[in-house]
């Protein structure tokens, strides 16, 4: 019987409660008893982050909402997801591992992501009744929306949530990078 080499082994399988009960760093999705890295780590990606939370910090009493970042979130029995940016209506259930979906999910792109994983991602999020889910780019300065019919390119210059006031203008979010 042939056997793999050390450097070759087969991932073994992670449960949920082991998941749940280990700490990883970076923090990682967990899918179906897989592990799968997040990329993070560089610069812009960190940069925008801070910035989202920021402004839907200092906007929360406003927008009626609260914002948190890499929060592990159940979208199935077996898929935790870690978004890059959560927000959540301010009334929402305070949850350590959130097990409601939040108002946003929002990744930022790092240049080694694709956008055939995000639709994994983004179909994790539709499942689990995300109704705003925001894909940003730092590379390409560019930014999409997703839903259940696929990704759209944010053509207005803002990523916003309708009948609400909560909006971003990517101009001034890009213009970050370009300041830092």
């Not at 799968?36 to 960190?46: L, M, S």
């Not at 390409?140 to 259940?148: C, G, I, K, L, W």
């Not at 803002?158 to 370009?178: G, K, M, S, Y």
Request: with cysteine; net charge negative.
């Amino acid at each position: 019987m042939a056997t793999l080499p050390a450097y070759e082994s087969v991932p073994a399988m992670v449960t949920v409660e082991e998941y749940l009960h280990t700490v990883y760093e970076p923090e990682c999705d967990y899918v179906d008893g897989s592990l799968e890295d997040r990329n993070v780590g560089e610069y812009d990606h960190g940069l925008l982050q801070l910035w989202l939370g920021a402004l839907f910090f200092s906007h929360r009493d406003e927008w009626k909402v609260r914002v948190v970042t890499d929060v592990r979130t159940q979208v199935k029995l077996t898929r935790y997801r870690c978004p890059d940016v959560l927000v959540l209506r301010a009334d929402a259930p305070r949850e350590q591992i959130l097990t409601h979906p939040p108002l946003i999910a929002i990744e930022i792109l790092s240049p080694e992501d694709r956008l055939s994983r995000f639709r994994v991602k983004v179909d994790d999020y539709v499942g689990f009744g995300v109704e705003n889910i925001w894909i940003i780019d730092p590379a390409t300065r560019t930014s999409m929306t997703a839903d259940r019919f696929g990704m759209h390119p944010v053509e207005t210059g803002e990523l916003n949530v309708p009948n609400t006031p909560i909006r971003v203008v990517l101009a001034e979010l890009f213009a970050e990078l370009d300041r830092a």
